[in-house]
């Protein structure tokens, strides 16, 4: 009994930390939906999924470095798969262009929609992006915008599924291990450091 009993309260536990990291709160009428590159499997999914439900009308994908280009030819590009899964709902998104030649971090998806916002004004996005890294999307945005002027744009965010792990799974996984541990370790460094935000600002 005792066994069960702490094995139900560590499931309980541990789904309810998950949990901290999640932003799940989009509305409808949006300006546009950003899917921010990374998983490319399902994020495109929930964003069709929105675009059915008419939470907007316009969709946008951020652009990725690649990060092989010896084998560039062979392996699939992060939107061009995405292009594909969007392509089965007869959708498309457009891309966001890179001032990088390709977002790395975060922190980069929000300097380049930051320059794309000063010639396509929107006052209410929604991000599309992974459970476990909502919140900390959700800050990096707003810390990005903000230093760029966007003080008054709503950011709301929709939380994709992932095909490895999920909130009452992701201890049993090695990927959702990594995820959810390291996630803290990085939302702490885009709140102390700001090294990115002071270069975005300074490059403008």
Sequence with gaps: MLAIFT?????????SYAKLFRIDNATKNADCILILSGNARTRPDKAAELIQKNFSTKL???DQKRLNHKHKEIIPYPFEIASQILATYNLSADIIPSIKGGATSTFDEAYDFAVFLKTHPMRHIILVTDAF????????????????????????????????????????????????????????????????????????
């Excluded at 094995?7 to 789904?15: D, K, P, R, V």
């Excluded at 919140?135 to 915008?145: C, G, N, Q, V």
């Excluded at 990594?178 to 803290?184: D, G, K």
């Excluded at 090294?195 to 490059?203: F, G, H, P, R, Y």
């Design 133 to 204: 890294h909502t919140a900390r999307a959700h800050y990096a945005f707003s810390k990005i915008l903000k230093a760029q002027g966007f003080k008054d744009i709503q950011i709301q965010m929709a939380a994709a599924s992932n095909d490895d792990f999920n909130e009452s799974s992701w201890w049993r996984s090695e990927k959702g291990i990594s995820a959810y541990i390291l996630e803290p370790v990085k939302y702490l460094f885009y709140i102390f450091n700001t090294s990115n935000s002071t270069l975005v600002k300074e490059s403008v």
């Design 60 to 62: 946008y994908y951020t």
């Design 7 to 15: 094995t139900i309260f560590s499931t309980t536990l541990l789904t």
